[in-house]
Every structure is written in structure tokens, then in C-alpha cells.
Nanobody
Framework: VQLQASGGGLVLTGGSLRLSCAAS????????MGWFRQAPGKEREFVAL????????YYADSVKGRFTISRDNAKNTVYLQMNSLKPEDTAVYYC??????????????????WGQGTQVTVSS
């Protein structure tokens, strides 16, 4: 599966953005999906994870209650709805796909496919 992330941009504190990650390939529905981010000078961190079935999600504490991950398997797309954005959410956001057997893991090294990243900038 190949991934293409989009939807980033510049937004004011408290604003919202929705990121999309379009996947190619017929096996998208069998992959667990994740969103990760990397801010300048910082290590990559996981943001949100979603199981292949859509039944299970897992969020970083820093975004819980503000971000929502979802998927539309008919459109081969995973989304990240980001509300109440804060300046500390500024980062390049990446989507990633992992095979079922890795489960919902925040270890980015276990994900085998990555999108190219989309920049999110939250201005105060």
C-alpha cells in the first residue's frame, strides 16, 4: 500500500483541521493505520492509531479528547480530525500503515508504509 497525506496548513490556536491519508492498493482495509508527528528538533511521536477493523483506537494523552482518527475503507482513506489546536501541535504529520499482526502499537518502526508528511502550523 502507498500513502499520500494531505490537509495540513496554517491555523490559529483553537482552530480545526482535518488531515487525510489516501492509500493505493486493494489491501488497505487489512492494515492498522496510524498518525504520527514530528516537530522541529524533536523525535517523532505517535498521535493516534486505528485498527484495521475500525473498532479500536488509541490516542496520545496530549491529543485525547481533541483529535479523532477514522477510516473509510470504501475510499481507501484514513482521517485525523484535529480540533482545539494548540501551538504545541505544530509539526509535520505522517500517516503510516502496519500489518495486522503488529496490533495497535505506538512504535513507529513497526509500520511498514509511510506517507510523505503534511505540515500543520498552529499560530498563537
Amino acid at each position: 500500500v502507498q500513502l499520500q497525506a494531505s490537509g495540513g496548513g496554517l491555523v490559529l490556536t483553537g482552530g480545526s483541521l482535518r488531515l487525510s491519508c489516501a492509500a493505493s492498493g486493494r489491501t488497505f482495509s487489512s492494515y492498522n493505520m496510524g498518525w504520527f508527528r514530528q516537530a522541529p528538533g524533536k523525535e517523532r511521536e505517535f498521535v493516534a492509531l486505528l485498527s484495521w477493523s475500525g473498532d479500536s483506537t488509541y490516542y496520545a494523552d496530549s491529543v485525547k479528547g481533541r483529535f479523532t482518527i477514522s477510516r473509510d475503507n470504501a475510499k481507501n482513506t484514513v482521517y485525523l480530525q484535529m480540533n482545539s489546536l494548540k501551538p504545541e501541535d505544530t509539526a509535520v504529520y505522517y500517516c503510516a500503515a502496519g500489518v495486522r499482526r503488529i496490533g495497535l502499537t505506538s512504535n513507529g518502526r513497526l509500520y511498514e508504509e509511510w506517507g510523505q508528511g503534511t505540515q500543520v502550523t498552529v499560530s498563537s
